[in-house]
């Protein structure tokens, strides 16, 4: 399995210093939050977005996701969420990213109409992704939080531009193991979001193995499938200040995720 960690975790770095880390510390890849306040955005001109290729180019690192923040199942039209969505394709495809991440966001909705939006929406949204060499990944977060609320929309959609991310905090807070997580996200699995948190009642990032989440089983039911893809940390600075800075933490985090794998090879 391939290694990346996301820039949710250092917003304000420029993204030559951010493939520097990754390449210091062992990285494979990095996904790179899409934000109009932070350095990687829908706005970048065509120069702007070719200089940050060669920025991880030149480390010799990937950029494994555009992570954008569309809401394929909430209520509304669907202009706006495709109009996003396809801002965030062609930006993926631009700077050479392999996805785009998305939410559900179809809080307060009918469990029907909810999914029926997000199958719809991804629908239209998938070939224009596999035309562009790109998926789109929902994410198990917020309204469909577990594997099954996720696999159940893409059933619907059934196309190879539309996949799955498997944000491991997400589908453990909605009472799922990782061995029934697995089967079920597995025909439609993009990768994977590890973190550690201290438990349900607090989320506040915590490096990785000083927490609650079940990150050994985790990589251990990847490793019986044989699946062979990418864990990236997703480390939530942005959104909790007090948590410790993330560049002194990821030598060993990246080294905890190896022994996680050699564990369990």
Known sequence: MRLAFSTLGVPELPVGQVARLAADNGFHGVELRASPEGPVHTGLSPDERAGVAEEFGKAGVEILTVAAYAEVAAAGDDDPVLEEIGAAMTLAHDLGASFVRVFPGGG??????ADALAAR???AAAPVAEDLGVRVLLETHDSHRGGADVAR???TVGHIGAGALWDVMHTWLAGEQPSETYPVLAPY???LQVKDIASAADTTPLPLGAGVLPLAE???VLSRADWDGWLCWEY???WYPQAAELPGLLGAAREHLARLLAESA
């Open 121 to 123: 929406r991804l629908a």
């Open 236 to 238: 939530e600075k942005r």
């Open 218 to 220: 985790t990589v251990e």
């Open 189 to 191: 699995l993009g990768y």
């Open 108 to 113: 307060g909705l009918a469990v029907e109409e």
């Open 153 to 155: 929309v893409l059933g």
